[in-house]
């Protein structure tokens, strides 16, 4: 572990070593490194295998920005190893290369693929013969990508902390900008929140010696102010307001009334041949290196940048040990700071840039030349041996996340980089992504964005905008231009080897041309079909070399380019952080303890976990013919109607009539919407002269409330309701002997005279007040009980063991299913779709078209009323005993779709198959022969238009 | 008929578990409770969980990070009336308070919570529960125009959570801003709670009771108890409940 | 789509608190003719703009309230209950401008805010 010598401001404490390994060796680190500077100091030089062409990458970036150290952490593909801070015993390993890290035969795609790897080639060269593409597709799957997820997670790998945080003002980026702003705000009494990616606040300033100290004070005095700062946290996107903040093993969800981005800026590559081999560094990249980890970037190294912020890290590194052999500055005429770099010794090429960086593992020589040099060799390069080409590609405004919050931008000549021109109000941009460059302009711009959010807010006072307005004075004073920014060249050294212009996605510069060549000729275009911009990187170290690349290849101005649109993530994070907590809302009955215990088999039905069966539907389907059944049915919705217009609400409401239902009585009705479908259905009961108690399909509770509520909020009736659903847990008591059974519990008169068919009552059963409706649910004598929730298991176990000596079964939602079925009872949802009238579903009855209240859907209905509908639900039976399956198909003497089995099931009292279809309506007569074809089988069944099951309802009358 | 078939038997209470034979009313949460050693007794007609470790280990517990206790019993009515009755029937029975949307009323230990103009959901103790009932389907039938008054105490499950960590667990699971400068004591904040529809009164500045649907309640368990006990939270029983501060009986108003 | 919604009930709230009732737009005439009601049920002005809105508070106190909502940019410009919306201005939600719309209940899963 070869490191300098002790620096202040490092961030590695030498007195505590920890150890990690990297695909299985030992790798020692000081607490306080990263994976990255720890493997640095240990000699690693390549730290992964691109994306396509399997080539060697090192460090570029050195600040989880670019795609070359990605690794994966104890199993888990997609960390950045020169951020991600070492822990002991840490499992690190290398993605996307075999046998390994060092000798990778997917190499071969480099050395042989070029001419043969274009965007999109897997489209182009994979195509043929299509049967075969399972094969590429798998070998295609293995060759490329970032790593592999583990096949099977018996558990979540790791617990993410959801956390909701209201503020009033959210800052982003804990620079000297950021710090100001949440201070200046924080001050006024704000309650703010700050978040920088860094392991402690300051940003890019902490490189500076002579910067840290008041770093530190502007973060001191933030805190004092009681911001809350989450550091080593990213930004991941703005959703309208809705920050989601990741910070380790916690989602901040953060809501703030203002938003203050302090973004910063991203050093920039530049793009020429060899621009991707382990050695070549961003300049800052490598600064941070030696700064923050006292790790020797190399020992000598060629510059090549654009501005002063090169040159000021070449002469820091220099300071540190690095010796620099050249400089490349592509400014003519580079300034003073220029000067300062000569007088150190070091030769300084104006006007000049790096075309290649050459060498086989590594960078072993770099060949500089002057601007615009197509040439080979001839005129004025300059080749050094080196072990390091540090290059300074610009300074590109962090803009994605005010993008993504409206903010507009404008291609600025003079720097090359697109620049903010306008936000959106409650969104502010301040330090350097807003253009500021010197310290005090950054300080001033932050604390100036502070101010208006807390001001707009309604806080400060006359002190308070005094000083906003005399922080807007000096960062007039302050604004001026740094002089001395160039422009480079898309391309530098294109015909010497790849020059690329996307490390994430291994898009060369040519690839770029050759797509505008096949005409994807706007960035958008370009962007689908290379795929730059969409790697890890996020257009970081991508999006302005290709507009640079297609504003030359099309002649366009950089302007008329543009950029791509900005989009979430920001920050690369894991699914599963994303993936919520592990908790399904289910909704379970008062009962539902009992069918656990019973070890009913437990399945959805719609946000209900609800018994299926327990064990033995057909067994409990005849036990409800032979004896009796007991099924819970909590889950119905159920609804209280109540007023003096309750009656008329309902009539408005339904198709058939309730305003004339008898206290005491009970009546089935359809829901139709406006457009004459069907919507839902229920029994209905009048509890009193005021009151109806509506219950309505399981999955359709919620609807018909809201549908209901919709309507009264509009008609403005005397009436109130109450959804009660989940209040009343209820249970159909059913079978011949349920009569027998009810009585046990209840001092009511239960027999065919006292309590008749669609009779309901109101009795204490088993000491607990129930409403009794008399219903014909599954087809046999039956009651429904309804009572309170609490008493759920009461009463069910009541029911059970007065059941007993009768042989009672609880039964589950199948056998209900086939119990129903024999009824022909149609099962919304199953039976209809959002194309079924009443009609067509062979319930023209309901509909009182009479009616003197207008009610949904009677305007449509009334013209249905005057046609035959195309298509009718009918029952059928099958002759061979085969059941079909659900969605099958009637199809027509041709052989073409002419109808669809919605139900079917085996009736294990009636020894058939039985069923309900759609189908063309004059095939609907009672005896027809319709053809089913299922999955590749055809065979014949008969149209049955009575239920199959007491077809006169005798049984369930009497 | 009447709509007694929404209500609770009367059971006598006893010391003792339940016995089997009794219409005792149960929470949803009662084998959650149950799994994690809760101590049972018949208060009011209900099997409560009165404790689970110690009133100490339970007292410090949610003063010191946060406890949750069931409080599915407290009786809930739902009161809907024109606005203008809503107003009349509320002042009668609630001594002359005139709820507010967005805040709880306390009066005569009830809670007051009017959710829209025109429907207002009360929430008070067991035991009271039916002499409340009594009262106000009196105040509504003299009322002009129609009032409702519905017995929904097992429409509504309801956990109280207690102590300092008690709005940092909602930040786990819920969007509501209950930040005390946006919800102060008595604030009352109807919405989406745990991705289900709910609804938080802030009863003391570290107390908040929290309404959610019957038929959610083992799921709700579940999420609250998983946030809180990352929290170091854990569960409490009504006895140590009924230690901490009780929200008063006409709490000042903000 | 996470802006925020003020439930004139409840106060504000997070747009996954909320069901969406579509657009406001006035029910036909009694009987009318199968173009029309086709044109009611089925048709929509589809605005990309400022335009009224049916929204129901369902996490919440499960009123429906109407809002006037840009479609472009998620700005909501007010929430009021029905037959408190016309003094600001607009096409009204009165009396024929029924919620129908040829809207059918939803049964949409309440708000996914974690």
Redesign the interface.
Known sequence: MSRLPEQPGERIHRHKLISFTFDGKKVEAYEGDTVGSALYAAGQRTFSRSFKYHRRRGLLCCAGQCPNCIVAVDGAPGARACVEPVREGMRVEHLNAKPSLEFDVMRATDLAGGPFTPPGFYYKTFIKPRRLWPLYENVLRNAAGLGKLRERQADREW?T??????ADILVVGGGAAGLSAASAAAELGA?VVLVDDGVEPGGRGLLDGAERTRLAGLTAEARAAGVEILSGASALGY????VPVWQGDTLH?V?ARRHVFATGTIEQPLVFAGNDLPGVMLAGGARRLASLYSVLPGHRAVLATTSDRGLRSAIALRELGVQIVAVADLRPNPGPVADTVRALGIEVLAGHTVIEASGRKQVAGAVLAPVGHRGNGQSGERAFGCDLVLVSGGAMPATSLLLQAGAQTRYDEAIGHFMIESVPDGIYAAGEVAGAESAEHIEHSGALAGLRAAHVLGLGDERSREREQQTEARIAEAAQRLPGVAVPEPVSGAGRGKCFACLCEDVTSKDVSLSIDEGYDSIELAKRYTTVTMGPCQGRMCQVPSVRLMAQETGQSLAAVGTTTARPPWVSVPMGVLG??P????????I??RHRELRANVKWAG??RRAYDYGDPEGEALAVHQAAGLIDV?TLGKL?V???HAGEFLDRLYPNRFANLA??RIRYGVIS???G?I??DGTICR??E??FYVTTTS??A??????F???L????L???L???????AAVNLAGPRAREILSRLTDLDCGGEGFKYLD???A?V??????ILRIGFVGELGYEI??????????WDALIAAGEEFGIRPFGLEPQRILRLQKMHILIGQDTD?ESTPFGAAMPWIVKLDKEE?F?GK??L??YAKETPAVSLVGFTTANGHVPTEGAVVVDAGGAPAGLITSARRSPVLNQVIGLAWVPSQLAAEGTTITISDEGQTFSAQIQTRPFYDPDGEVLRS | MSLDFLTTAPVADGAGPANQSDPVARSPMERCAQAVGARFEVRSGWNVAAGYTSREHEMDLSTTAVGWADVSHLGKLELQASPEAMRTIVADAAGGASPELGRATRAGYVWWLPLTPSRTLVVCEAADAPGLKRRLTEAASDSPGHASVADVTSVFAALTLVGPLAREVFARFCAIDLRPAVTPVGGLRPGSIARQPGLIVREEENRFLFLFGWAVGEYMWAVVADAARHLGGGPIGLDALSSHPQPSAEPSRA | MSFLLTCPNCGVREVTDFGFGGEISARPAPHPSFRELNTYNYFRRNTAGVQREWWFHRSGCRAWFIAERNTSTHEVLFTALPGEAEGAGGPGAGPDAGPGAGSEPTGADPGAAI
């Open positions: 617990r902390e959801y956390r909701r945080r209201h309650d959703f309208d307001g809705l969800q809501r919520g907590r908790y399904e809302p289910a909704k379970r009955s008062a539902h303890g946000d209900w909590s209280l109540r007023g003096p206290p005491g919407s406006d457009a479908r919507v839902d509890v009193d005021d009151t999955s359709g919620g609807a018909v409330e809201e549908w509520s919709w309507w909020a509009d008609w403005g005397d009436v109130h109450t959804d009660v659903t989940q209040g009343l309901a009552k109101q204490a088993a000491g607990v007040e129930c409403l309804h009572f309170p929730s609490a008493h759920g298991e009461h009463v959002s207008d949904i305007w449509a009334e013209h």
